[in-house]
Protein backbone atom coordinates (compact mmCIF):
# COMPACT_ATOMS: atom_id res chain seq x y z
CA UNK A 1 0.00 0.00 0.00
CA UNK A 2 1.07 3.08 -1.24
CA UNK A 3 1.94 5.83 1.43
CA UNK A 4 -1.30 8.16 -0.16
CA UNK A 5 -3.15 5.21 0.29
CA UNK A 6 -2.16 5.06 4.12
CA UNK A 7 -2.96 8.48 4.45
CA UNK A 8 -6.84 7.63 2.99
CA UNK A 9 -7.28 5.28 5.25
CA UNK A 10 -6.26 6.97 8.60
CA UNK A 11 -8.70 10.24 7.49
CA UNK A 12 -11.73 7.53 6.73
CA UNK A 13 -10.70 6.19 10.23
CA UNK A 14 -10.69 9.65 11.74
CA UNK A 15 -13.61 10.56 10.32
CA UNK A 16 -15.92 7.53 11.72
CA UNK A 17 -14.17 7.56 14.74
CA UNK A 18 -15.71 11.36 15.13
CA UNK A 19 -19.03 10.31 13.11
CA UNK A 20 -19.61 7.36 16.18
CA UNK A 21 -18.58 10.13 19.05
CA UNK A 22 -21.45 12.44 17.69
CA UNK A 23 -24.14 9.94 17.93
CA UNK A 24 -23.08 8.20 21.21
CA UNK A 25 -23.18 11.93 22.14
CA UNK A 26 -27.14 12.45 20.83
CA UNK A 27 -27.80 9.52 22.22
CA UNK A 28 -26.93 10.60 25.60
CA UNK A 29 -28.51 13.91 25.80
CA UNK A 30 -31.82 12.37 24.40
CA UNK A 31 -31.64 9.45 27.04
CA UNK A 32 -31.45 12.90 29.91
CA UNK A 33 -34.06 14.94 28.42
CA UNK A 34 -36.62 15.10 31.19
CA UNK A 35 -39.98 14.11 30.22
CA UNK A 36 -42.63 17.00 30.62
CA UNK A 37 -44.98 17.51 33.59
CA UNK A 38 -48.18 16.78 32.93
CA UNK A 39 -50.67 19.42 33.19
CA UNK A 40 -52.77 17.08 35.56
CA UNK A 41 -50.62 16.69 37.95
CA UNK A 42 -52.65 17.80 40.87
CA UNK A 43 -51.55 20.72 42.98
CA UNK A 44 -52.02 21.42 46.90
CA UNK A 45 -54.13 24.22 47.96
CA UNK A 46 -55.48 25.68 51.44
CA UNK A 47 -58.81 26.65 52.13
CA UNK A 48 -60.92 28.55 54.52
CA UNK A 49 -64.32 28.80 54.81
CA UNK A 50 -66.22 32.42 53.99
CA UNK A 51 -67.35 34.01 57.69
CA UNK A 52 -69.93 36.91 57.65
CA UNK A 53 -67.96 38.45 60.80
CA UNK A 54 -68.32 41.77 59.61
CA UNK A 55 -72.48 41.68 59.56
CA UNK A 56 -72.34 40.43 63.11
CA UNK A 57 -69.33 41.87 64.28
CA UNK A 58 -69.92 45.64 63.53
CA UNK A 59 -66.87 48.07 62.14
CA UNK A 60 -63.59 49.04 63.31
CA UNK A 61 -62.39 52.28 63.67
CA UNK A 62 -58.84 53.58 64.39
CA UNK A 63 -58.38 56.66 66.66
CA UNK A 64 -56.16 58.74 69.26
CA UNK A 65 -56.42 59.06 72.42
CA UNK A 66 -56.62 62.65 74.19
CA UNK A 67 -57.04 63.98 77.65
CA UNK A 68 -61.06 65.70 77.86
CA UNK A 69 -59.02 68.58 79.96
CA UNK A 70 -55.98 69.69 78.21
CA UNK A 71 -54.68 73.57 79.11
CA UNK A 72 -52.02 75.32 77.34
CA UNK A 73 -51.46 77.59 80.32
CA UNK A 74 -49.61 80.93 80.14
CA UNK A 75 -49.32 84.49 81.84
CA UNK A 76 -50.46 87.39 80.83
CA UNK A 77 -47.91 89.74 81.49
CA UNK A 78 -43.94 89.43 80.67
CA UNK A 79 -41.13 89.43 82.79
CA UNK A 80 -38.12 86.83 83.95
CA UNK A 81 -39.38 83.72 85.10
CA UNK A 82 -38.15 83.32 89.13
CA UNK A 83 -39.35 80.06 90.02
CA UNK A 84 -40.13 77.38 88.14
CA UNK A 85 -40.26 74.13 90.52
CA UNK A 86 -41.63 71.52 88.18
CA UNK A 87 -41.27 68.44 86.20
CA UNK A 88 -42.59 66.28 83.40
CA UNK A 89 -45.26 64.01 84.54
CA UNK A 90 -45.68 65.51 88.59
CA UNK A 91 -49.35 65.63 89.23
CA UNK A 92 -50.80 69.23 90.23
CA UNK A 93 -54.06 70.09 92.44
CA UNK A 94 -56.41 72.90 91.21
CA UNK A 95 -54.65 76.51 92.87
CA UNK A 96 -51.35 74.60 92.95
CA UNK A 97 -48.51 77.52 92.04
CA UNK A 98 -46.91 76.57 88.89
CA UNK A 99 -44.23 79.47 88.15
CA UNK A 100 -43.86 82.97 89.05
CA UNK A 101 -41.84 85.80 87.26
CA UNK A 102 -40.74 88.73 88.77
CA UNK A 103 -43.49 90.95 90.15
CA UNK A 104 -41.48 93.86 91.19
CA UNK A 105 -42.21 95.88 88.35
CA UNK A 106 -45.74 95.81 88.34
CA UNK A 107 -45.42 96.22 92.53
CA UNK A 108 -43.84 99.69 91.72
CA UNK A 109 -46.99 100.10 89.32
CA UNK A 110 -49.49 99.35 92.29
CA UNK A 111 -47.81 101.85 94.51
CA UNK A 112 -47.54 104.62 92.32
CA UNK A 113 -51.29 104.22 91.42
CA UNK A 114 -52.28 103.94 94.64
CA UNK A 115 -50.54 107.44 95.53
CA UNK A 116 -52.22 109.16 92.44
CA UNK A 117 -55.59 107.51 93.59
CA UNK A 118 -54.97 108.84 97.29
CA UNK A 119 -54.12 112.64 95.87
CA UNK A 120 -57.29 112.57 93.66
CA UNK A 121 -59.44 111.57 96.52
CA UNK A 122 -58.51 114.32 98.30
CA UNK A 123 -59.06 116.66 95.24
CA UNK A 124 -62.63 115.19 95.27
CA UNK A 125 -63.05 115.75 98.81
CA UNK A 126 -62.05 119.75 98.35
CA UNK A 127 -64.25 119.91 95.05
CA UNK A 128 -67.06 118.69 96.77
CA UNK A 129 -67.21 120.60 100.13
CA UNK A 130 -67.04 123.98 97.29
CA UNK A 131 -69.91 122.23 95.43
CA UNK A 132 -72.26 121.91 98.18
CA UNK A 133 -71.54 125.43 99.48
CA UNK A 134 -71.45 126.79 96.05
CA UNK A 135 -75.31 125.23 96.00
CA UNK A 136 -76.85 126.96 98.60
CA UNK A 137 -75.31 130.22 97.03
CA UNK A 138 -76.84 129.59 93.92
CA UNK A 139 -80.68 129.22 95.84
CA UNK A 140 -80.29 132.21 97.20
CA UNK A 141 -79.11 133.75 94.06
CA UNK A 142 -76.15 134.96 95.85
CA UNK A 143 -73.60 133.96 92.87
CA UNK A 144 -74.31 133.43 89.29
CA UNK A 145 -75.30 130.32 87.79
CA UNK A 146 -72.40 130.24 85.41
CA UNK A 147 -70.39 130.39 88.68
CA UNK A 148 -71.75 127.58 90.11
CA UNK A 149 -71.98 125.59 86.86
CA UNK A 150 -67.98 125.58 86.88
CA UNK A 151 -67.53 124.24 90.37
CA UNK A 152 -70.23 121.83 89.51
CA UNK A 153 -67.90 120.49 86.46
CA UNK A 154 -64.83 120.24 88.39
CA UNK A 155 -66.57 118.44 91.18
CA UNK A 156 -67.58 115.92 88.04
CA UNK A 157 -64.10 116.08 86.72
CA UNK A 158 -62.53 115.24 90.33
CA UNK A 159 -65.17 112.22 90.89
CA UNK A 160 -64.01 111.02 86.92
CA UNK A 161 -60.71 111.06 88.22
CA UNK A 162 -60.71 109.09 90.73
CA UNK A 163 -62.77 106.61 89.16
CA UNK A 164 -59.94 106.33 86.24
CA UNK A 165 -57.67 105.75 88.56
CA UNK A 166 -59.42 102.91 90.57
CA UNK A 167 -59.75 101.38 87.28
CA UNK A 168 -55.90 101.51 86.61
CA UNK A 169 -55.44 100.30 90.04
CA UNK A 170 -57.81 97.26 89.79
CA UNK A 171 -55.77 96.66 86.53
CA UNK A 172 -52.42 96.98 88.03
CA UNK A 173 -53.03 94.58 90.92
CA UNK A 174 -54.81 91.91 88.04
CA UNK A 175 -51.51 92.00 86.60
CA UNK A 176 -49.50 92.00 89.41
CA UNK A 177 -51.70 88.96 90.14
CA UNK A 178 -50.75 87.03 86.79
CA UNK A 179 -47.22 87.21 87.57
CA UNK A 180 -48.31 83.77 89.75
CA UNK A 181 -48.78 81.29 87.31
CA UNK A 182 -51.66 78.37 88.66
CA UNK A 183 -53.22 74.96 88.27
CA UNK A 184 -56.62 75.61 86.80
CA UNK A 185 -57.66 72.07 87.60
CA UNK A 186 -56.27 68.93 88.61
CA UNK A 187 -54.24 67.20 86.43
CA UNK A 188 -50.79 66.23 85.01
CA UNK A 189 -47.59 68.37 83.84
CA UNK A 190 -46.95 67.28 80.20
CA UNK A 191 -44.92 69.98 78.82
CA UNK A 192 -42.86 72.78 79.74
CA UNK A 193 -41.70 74.81 77.47
CA UNK A 194 -39.26 77.58 79.69
CA UNK A 195 -36.45 77.82 82.25
CA UNK A 196 -36.41 79.35 85.14
CA UNK A 197 -34.54 82.80 84.89
CA UNK A 198 -35.56 82.66 80.84
CA UNK A 199 -37.85 85.53 80.25
CA UNK A 200 -41.80 84.70 79.65
CA UNK A 201 -43.85 86.66 76.93
CA UNK A 202 -46.97 87.49 77.53
CA UNK A 203 -49.49 84.80 76.08
CA UNK A 204 -46.49 82.52 75.36
CA UNK A 205 -47.64 79.26 76.17
CA UNK A 206 -45.26 77.88 78.87
CA UNK A 207 -46.39 74.45 80.79
CA UNK A 208 -48.99 72.10 79.65
CA UNK A 209 -51.60 70.31 82.06
CA UNK A 210 -53.12 67.09 81.42
CA UNK A 211 -56.20 65.62 83.06
CA UNK A 212 -55.35 61.58 83.00
CA UNK A 213 -58.13 60.20 85.22
CA UNK A 214 -60.82 61.48 82.29
CA UNK A 215 -59.90 60.65 78.59
CA UNK A 216 -61.51 60.32 75.08
CA UNK A 217 -61.26 59.28 71.80
CA UNK A 218 -62.16 60.65 68.38
CA UNK A 219 -62.92 58.49 65.05
CA UNK A 220 -64.79 59.60 61.87
CA UNK A 221 -67.52 57.59 60.54
CA UNK A 222 -69.07 58.16 56.73
CA UNK A 223 -72.38 59.27 56.74
CA UNK A 224 -73.58 55.51 55.06
CA UNK A 225 -73.05 54.57 58.65
CA UNK A 226 -74.60 57.29 60.52
CA UNK A 227 -77.74 56.21 62.99
CA UNK A 228 -81.48 56.78 60.83
CA UNK A 229 -83.08 59.37 63.27
CA UNK A 230 -83.56 62.89 62.88
CA UNK A 231 -82.16 65.86 64.85
CA UNK A 232 -84.49 65.82 66.78
CA UNK A 233 -83.41 61.91 67.99
CA UNK A 234 -79.95 62.64 67.90
CA UNK A 235 -79.07 62.33 71.55
CA UNK A 236 -80.32 58.56 70.68
CA UNK A 237 -76.93 57.49 69.77
CA UNK A 238 -74.89 59.40 72.35
CA UNK A 239 -74.28 57.01 75.80
CA UNK A 240 -73.97 53.99 73.54
CA UNK A 241 -71.33 52.01 74.85
CA UNK A 242 -68.35 50.23 72.92
CA UNK A 243 -65.32 48.47 73.22
CA UNK A 244 -62.05 50.16 73.05
CA UNK A 245 -58.94 47.95 72.53
CA UNK A 246 -54.80 49.02 72.19
CA UNK A 247 -52.41 47.90 69.86
CA UNK A 248 -49.80 48.50 72.46
CA UNK A 249 -51.60 46.37 75.13
CA UNK A 250 -53.67 43.99 73.13
CA UNK A 251 -54.77 42.09 76.21
CA UNK A 252 -56.57 45.38 77.49
CA UNK A 253 -59.77 46.79 76.97
CA UNK A 254 -62.04 49.48 78.11
CA UNK A 255 -65.61 50.57 78.22
CA UNK A 256 -65.76 54.04 76.21
CA UNK A 257 -69.34 56.46 75.81
CA UNK A 258 -70.62 58.08 73.05
CA UNK A 259 -70.26 61.46 74.17
CA UNK A 260 -70.88 63.88 71.17
CA UNK A 261 -71.39 63.68 67.20
CA UNK A 262 -70.24 66.55 64.77
CA UNK A 263 -73.01 67.37 62.22
CA UNK A 264 -70.42 68.90 59.97
CA UNK A 265 -68.46 66.62 57.61
CA UNK A 266 -64.77 67.11 57.53
CA UNK A 267 -63.16 67.52 54.18
CA UNK A 268 -63.46 63.72 53.42
CA UNK A 269 -67.12 63.86 54.54
CA UNK A 270 -66.51 61.72 57.59
CA UNK A 271 -67.91 62.90 60.48
CA UNK A 272 -66.38 62.68 63.54
CA UNK A 273 -67.49 60.82 66.78
CA UNK A 274 -66.11 61.17 70.15
CA UNK A 275 -66.35 58.47 72.87
CA UNK A 276 -64.85 59.10 76.44
CA UNK A 277 -63.59 56.80 79.29
CA UNK A 278 -62.00 56.89 82.37
CA UNK A 279 -58.51 55.93 83.10
CA UNK A 280 -58.46 51.97 84.04
CA UNK A 281 -57.34 50.63 87.14
CA UNK A 282 -55.22 48.01 85.87
CA UNK A 283 -52.58 49.97 83.55
CA UNK A 284 -51.87 53.09 81.61
CA UNK A 285 -53.22 54.81 79.46
CA UNK A 286 -51.55 58.05 77.88
CA UNK A 287 -52.88 60.78 75.62
CA UNK A 288 -51.18 59.99 72.03
CA UNK A 289 -51.66 56.63 72.07
CA UNK A 290 -53.41 54.51 69.07
CA UNK A 291 -56.83 52.94 69.43
CA UNK A 292 -59.18 50.93 67.70
CA UNK A 293 -63.09 51.28 68.89
CA UNK A 294 -64.64 47.73 67.67
CA UNK A 295 -68.20 46.41 67.09
CA UNK A 296 -69.48 49.96 65.79
CA UNK A 297 -73.28 49.05 64.19
CA UNK A 298 -73.35 49.33 60.49
CA UNK A 299 -76.27 51.27 59.31
CA UNK A 300 -75.16 50.35 55.09
CA UNK A 301 -76.41 47.05 53.96
CA UNK A 302 -73.57 46.96 51.75
CA UNK A 303 -71.39 46.72 54.77
CA UNK A 304 -73.39 44.42 56.28
CA UNK A 305 -72.67 42.02 53.62
CA UNK A 306 -69.07 42.66 53.39
CA UNK A 307 -66.83 39.41 53.85
CA UNK A 308 -63.28 39.15 55.47
CA UNK A 309 -60.52 37.42 53.26
CA UNK A 310 -56.90 37.54 53.54
CA UNK A 311 -54.51 39.20 51.33
CA UNK A 312 -53.31 36.15 49.84
CA UNK A 313 -56.22 35.31 48.61
CA UNK A 314 -56.83 37.79 45.77
CA UNK A 315 -55.29 38.05 42.71
CA UNK A 316 -54.88 40.09 39.40
CA UNK A 317 -56.34 38.47 36.46
CA UNK A 318 -56.81 40.79 33.44
CA UNK A 319 -56.85 43.34 35.25
CA UNK A 320 -59.80 42.39 37.67
CA UNK A 321 -59.78 41.29 41.41
CA UNK A 322 -60.09 37.33 41.73
CA UNK A 323 -60.38 34.64 43.86
CA UNK A 324 -60.59 30.77 43.59
CA UNK A 325 -63.80 29.54 45.22
CA UNK A 326 -63.37 25.39 45.62
CA UNK A 327 -66.54 23.55 44.74
CA UNK A 328 -66.80 20.77 47.35
CA UNK A 329 -69.22 18.72 45.45
CA UNK A 330 -67.58 18.96 42.17
CA UNK A 331 -63.71 19.12 43.94
CA UNK A 332 -63.38 21.94 41.20
CA UNK A 333 -62.02 25.40 41.22
CA UNK A 334 -64.53 28.23 39.76
CA UNK A 335 -62.39 31.36 39.12
CA UNK A 336 -64.89 34.18 41.10
CA UNK A 337 -64.24 38.49 40.39
CA UNK A 338 -65.06 40.17 43.61
CA UNK A 339 -65.49 44.05 44.28
CA UNK A 340 -62.22 44.71 47.05
CA UNK A 341 -64.16 47.64 49.22
CA UNK A 342 -62.01 50.39 50.89
CA UNK A 343 -62.16 48.87 54.51
CA UNK A 344 -59.61 46.96 56.21
CA UNK A 345 -59.98 44.68 58.62
CA UNK A 346 -56.40 43.29 60.80
CA UNK A 347 -54.37 41.54 57.96
CA UNK A 348 -57.61 40.60 55.85
CA UNK A 349 -59.06 42.77 53.22
CA UNK A 350 -63.08 43.36 52.62
CA UNK A 351 -64.47 41.53 49.51
CA UNK A 352 -68.37 43.07 48.55
CA UNK A 353 -70.27 40.92 45.93
CA UNK A 354 -69.68 37.47 44.45
CA UNK A 355 -68.76 35.89 47.54
CA UNK A 356 -71.15 34.54 50.33
CA UNK A 357 -70.44 32.98 53.52
CA UNK A 358 -69.91 29.38 53.70
CA UNK A 359 -68.12 29.13 50.53
CA UNK A 360 -64.49 27.91 50.55
CA UNK A 361 -61.96 29.58 48.81
CA UNK A 362 -57.75 29.33 48.07
CA UNK A 363 -55.94 31.41 50.28
CA UNK A 364 -52.57 31.46 48.01
CA UNK A 365 -51.25 30.73 45.08
CA UNK A 366 -54.34 31.64 42.97
CA UNK A 367 -51.99 32.89 39.73
CA UNK A 368 -50.48 29.69 39.07
CA UNK A 369 -53.92 27.94 39.16
CA UNK A 370 -56.46 27.16 36.59
CA UNK A 371 -60.45 25.87 36.15
CA UNK A 372 -58.66 22.55 34.98
CA UNK A 373 -55.86 22.39 37.26
CA UNK A 374 -56.44 19.06 39.95
CA UNK A 375 -56.25 19.81 43.53
CA UNK A 376 -55.65 18.43 46.69
CA UNK A 377 -56.89 20.15 49.68
CA UNK A 378 -53.95 21.00 52.36
CA UNK A 379 -56.78 20.96 55.20
CA UNK A 380 -59.84 18.68 54.19
CA UNK A 381 -60.90 18.55 58.13
CA UNK A 382 -62.60 22.17 57.09
CA UNK A 383 -64.78 20.26 54.45
CA UNK A 384 -66.83 18.54 57.58
Request: glycine residues 4%.
Amino acid sequence: MTENEQKKVKLWVVVLTIAVIIMVGFWLIKGRVAKPVTQNQPRVVKLMKIDNALAHRGVTYPGKVQAVKHAALFFRVSGPVIERDLRLGQVVKEGDVLMKIDPRDYERNVEAISQELNAAKSQRELATKEYERYRKLVATNDISKAKFDNIKSQKETADAQVQRLETSLKIAEDRLNDTILKAPFNGTVSAINIEQFEYANANQTVVELDDLDNLEMRIHIPSANLPDVNLSEGQAYTNEHFDVSFPSRPDKVVTATVYEISPVANDNEMYAVILRFEQPDDFLVLPGMSAEIYDVPTFDERVASDVEVPYSAVFNKNGKSCVWVYKSAEKQLELREVSVGNGQVSDHLVVRENLKPGEYIVVAGGEWLTADTPVTVMNPEILK
